[in-house]
């Protein structure tokens, strides 16, 4: 999350979940802050409970989210208060949240995102979607690499969207190969290789030298992986500068084909 969600949260009176359901992601990596208990509202399809207190039955989740969004007073402040300017020099080593700002523009209802397990599931958790657009994304058994494969299946099934895949560098040497499918099918998928040098989302959860990874020609192997053979772009990026440049080319002068984009992140 931004850094100061954990602070807005914490201060808030009271919070409100609406149909969870708890793992490891969200007690361990996606929030590692006590919540207390007494200031929770877990709000489940046909029941409510209130804090360490009574639980409600038969109150559907339909009715009631509507009933106390009109009892509520909207108020922005905490975050407006802490909101932060994307604005960066030229030729500035790319951020993570400058590249997102990218892709949530690119959004569209003919398009679909792949979020990678870790790292790029956190992130893509915070595009908004527009009407029609796919998104797909494996929580519960958090598997490493599902992406890659998961890309594949979903352009070739759903061939009036143009898939984009979040992808981290850790997750990607596990399935690459399903790359060489892709380009057979002469899917046009937008792939965006999060390079960031490890398993980022294991070293949240227990830090160690075993989550250093190999660094690889990514786009080089990609290039290997085509041949010749059917429609491929590929490129790395390392500054805004080039990331929109990238982008354009994607969606406009190869629109027809797979284009990988290698992103190097500070």
């Given amino acids: 999350?931004?850094?100061?969600?954990?602070?807005?949260?914490?201060?808030?009176?009271?919070?409100t979940f609406a149909g969870p359901i708890f793992n490891d992601y969200s007690s361990?990596?996606?929030y590692s802050l006590l919540l207390?208990?007494?200031?929770?509202?877990?709000?489940?399809?046909?029941?409510?409970?209130?804090?360490n207190g009574p639980a409600f039955g038969c109150v559907l989740m339909k009715e009631f989210l509507p009933s106390l969004a009109k009892k509520l007073k909207r108020n922005t402040y905490a975050y407006e208060n802490h909101r932060l300017p994307l604005q960066g020099y030229p030729k500035e080593p790319l951020r993570i949240n400058i590249l997102f700002k990218y892709i949530q523009e690119m959004l569209s209802g003919n398009s679909a995102i792949i979020a990678e397990t870790g790292d790029s599931w956190f992130n893509c958790q915070k595009l908004k979607l527009p009407e029609g657009c796919g998104y797909e994304f494996q929580m519960q058994y958090g598997s490493i690499g599902w992406s890659v494969g998961a890309t594949l299946g979903y352009a070739q099934a759903a061939k009036d969207k143009r898939v984009i895949a979040c992808i981290g560098d850790g997750s990607f040497q596990v399935t690459a190969q399903d790359i060489s499918t892709m380009l057979r099918c002469e899917q046009n998928t937008i792939i965006f290789l999060i390079n960031n040098g490890g398993y980022t989302i294991e070293v949240e959860i227990h830090d160690g030298?075993?989550?250093?990874?190999k660094n690889w020609n990514y786009t080089g192997l990609v290039d290997a992986i085509h041949n010749g053979d059917g429609k491929c772009w590929t490129t790395?990026?390392?500054?805004?500068?080039?990331?929109?440049?990238?982008?354009?080319?994607?969606?406009?002068?190869?629109?027809?084909?797979l284009f990988f984009i290698e992103i190097i992140v500070h």
Avoid: H, M, W
């Fill in 209 to 213: 030298p075993y989550n250093v990874i």
């Fill in 236 to 257: 790395k990026v390392q500054c805004e500068e080039e990331l929109v440049e990238a982008i354009e080319i994607a969606t406009e002068v190869k629109k027809d084909c």
């Fill in 1 to 15: 999350s931004t850094a100061f969600c954990a602070e807005i949260v914490e201060s808030a009176d009271a919070y």
């Fill in 28 to 30: 361990v990596v996606g």
């Fill in 36 to 51: 207390k208990k007494e200031k929770a509202i877990i709000v489940q399809p046909d029941r409510v409970f209130i804090a």
